[in-house]
């Protein structure tokens, strides 16, 4: 595998991704009730500065028409449900759980490049959509709690996973396939944007008061978004200078950054089949790449 340009941006968007993810956990846990929306809205709002700013400066906006609006609001409303899901993910469950999950969404990238992007996998990969379809239900059962939780087994937080999951998959993949027409910044402001004025109007929606509280953790919030935002930005300029198939999984090895400080400074336990799980997964997004 060579180390081109758009591995090494595409593996800096899952060094963004993984700490952003690390971040929003635990400023989600000190927001209280609604604090999954609260974290959504403000990251989101500071994560809007870098994309906007390149955005102007870099003459993207000059491409914009009126008739990219249904593709960049597509987007758009697969990234907020995304995001909504995941948020609500991490609320209920262990984010070193959650995270790998969320993750896996390159194998529905990859498997939609191959069907519709005429992109080819190559045994490695092959082996990587395996270790991935083992991954997930591993990470998701928590086998020595198994008598007792409720919902067959499932770990708090799973179902929220596989939507954020399945969601992102579609997105990327139209991300990857719409860009080549749009440039690599538009769908981004598109996305950016329209997950932003969603969330808005479904915190107005419930009466959320999103100053509340949250004045001690604007410096986590602002640092969340700007490395989401980042993480969005460099995957999508990855995507430009290479495959789909390569880039998705390359950026989606953020749990492994996760899943370390989480265990290092959240003190989360995983069970030992769901070890095997976040090793797989890991490791099936890495054979992705090759």
């Known amino acids: 595998m060579a180390l081109t340009a758009g591995i090494m941006v595409g593996l800096a968007a899952a060094l963004c991704w993984g700490v952003a993810d690390f971040l929003a956990k635990t400023i989600i846990d000190r927001l209280g009730a609604d604090?999954?929306?609260?974290?959504?809205?403000?990251?989101?709002?500071?994560?809007?500065?870098?994309?906007?700013t390149l955005f102007f400066s870099t003459g993207a906006y000059l491409g914009f028409s009126v008739g990219i609006l249904p593709m960049l609001l597509t987007l758009g409303l697969l990234n907020f449900s995304a995001y909504y899901a995941f948020y609500r993910g991490?609320?209920?469950?262990?984010?070193?759980?959650?995270?790998?999950?969320?993750?896996?969404?390159?194998?529905?990238?990859?498997?939609?490049?191959?069907?519709?992007?005429?992109e080819v996998l190559d045994a490695a990969r092959l082996a990587g959509v395996i270790a991935l379809l083992i991954g997930v239900p591993?990470?998701?059962?928590?086998l020595q709690r198994l008598r007792v939780a409720r919902m067959n087994g499932l770990s708090a937080g799973t179902p929220e996973a596989l939507i954020a999951m399945l969601c992102w998959g579609i997105m990327w993949a139209l991300v990857g396939s719409w860009g080549k027409g749009l440039g690599w910044l538009l769908p981004i402001v598109g996305i950016r944007t329209t997950t932003f004025l969603l969330v808005s109007a479904s915190s107005a929606a419930k009466g959320l008061r999103l100053g509340e509280g949250i004045s001690v953790?604007?410096?986590?919030?602002?640092?969340?978004?700007?490395l989401d935002a980042s993480g969005y930005l460099l995957s999508s300029w990855a995507m430009s200078t290479e495959l789909v198939s390569i880039v998705a999984p390359l950026s989606c090895?953020?749990?492994?950054?996760?899943?370390?400080?989480?265990?290092r400074f959240l003190k989360e336990r995983l069970a030992p089949n769901q070890v095997a799980g976040v090793i797989a997964t890991i490791a099936g997004v890495v054979l992705l790449s090759r």
């Open 217 to 226: 953790a604007l410096p986590v919030l602002a640092a969340t978004g700007l």
């Open 253 to 263: 090895t953020f749990p492994a950054i996760t899943v370390l400080l989480a265990i």
């Open 35 to 52: 604090g999954d929306l609260k974290a959504l809205f403000w990251t989101r709002l500071f994560g809007l500065i870098p994309v906007f």
């Open 138 to 142: 591993l990470i998701s059962l928590d």
């Open 90 to 118: 991490i609320k209920k469950g262990e984010v070193s759980i959650v995270s790998p999950i969320v993750s896996s969404s390159a194998l529905v990238t990859v498997l939609l490049g191959v069907l519709f992007m005429g």
